[in-house]
């Protein structure tokens, strides 16, 4: 089975462009997850999804980031305009509604390089 | 705010001895607890749980340890293989409210020595 899709795998863009990272959950999953990756601050959750409907999105840094799920099968975090300090590993994760709690699948990342 | 912290950045250990890499939490109203394995240019990958109300568990060489009272949590791994030099990190969710909502700790490197 496929695992948790992300893409691109890595992005470089400059300072006050648009990025929009995208994900493809796990078929059956109905929890979706984003999560950001630094040296810094390690693993943070910007916000998550059930049912396609964001729960959480206190983890979002600031109104240059926003999230959206449209249908059970995509999602996209997008930041505009982008900043070097968003420059990170963004991690996509989905969960089973009958897995273990805590179980989550992650997809392999997307590195943002941010100049 | 709560968060759960690691005690060690670094662990390397010969191949074939037992790896113990600890965990402090603080939130005591955490029901699960989880253990995840990162490795290089990859997402991090379910290890094992524990329940709060339980204090170990076992899996395939790997086995977690829960002491509320002073809450720590640890991961053993028995007969340490080149294949677990990862990141391992510890991460808490509470059941109820929290769905699958994890707070990570920063993580311990394991390095694994031929």
């Known amino acids: 089975d496929a695992g948790v899709i992300q893409s691109p795998r890595h992005e470089v863009t400059e300072m006050g462009q648009e990025v929009t990272l995208r994900c493809k959950p796990i078929s059956g999953h109905n929890s979706l997850f984003w999560y950001r990756q630094t040296m810094m601050r390690g693993l943070e959750l910007l916000i998550y999804?059930?049912?396609?409907?964001?729960?959480?999105d206190s983890g979002m840094p600031e109104d240059r980031f926003s999230a959206k799920m449209p249908n059970a099968s995509f999602s996209t975090l997008k930041i505009q305009p982008s900043e070097p300090r968003d420059s990170a590993v963004y991690f996509c994760?989905?969960?089973?509604?009958?897995?273990?709690?805590?179980?989550?699948?992650f997809g392999e990342g997307s590195r943002l390089t941010v100049l | 705010g709560e968060s759960v912290g690691l005690h060690l950045p670094t662990l390397s250990v010969q191949e074939g001895d037992n790896s113990i890499i600890n965990c402090a939490y603080s939130n005591s109203a955490s029901d699960y607890f989880i253990w995840y394995k990162q490795e290089s240019g990859k997402g991090p990958q379910f290890i094992i749980d524990?329940?709060?109300?339980?204090d170990k568990r076992q899996g395939q060489r790997v086995t977690v340890l829960l002491n509320k009272t002073v809450k720590h949590l640890s991961l053993q791994i028995a007969a340490t293989q080149p294949g677990d030099s990862a990141v391992y990190f510890c991460a808490e969710t509470p059941i109820t409210g929290g769905g699958n909502k994890l707070t990570f700790g920063t993580g311990t490197q394991l390095k694994v020595e031929l």
């Open positions: 994760a989905s969960s089973s509604p009958g897995g273990r709690p805590g179980e989550l699948f």
């Open positions: 524990i329940r709060s109300n339980m």
């Open positions: 999804f059930n049912n396609n409907v964001p729960i959480d």
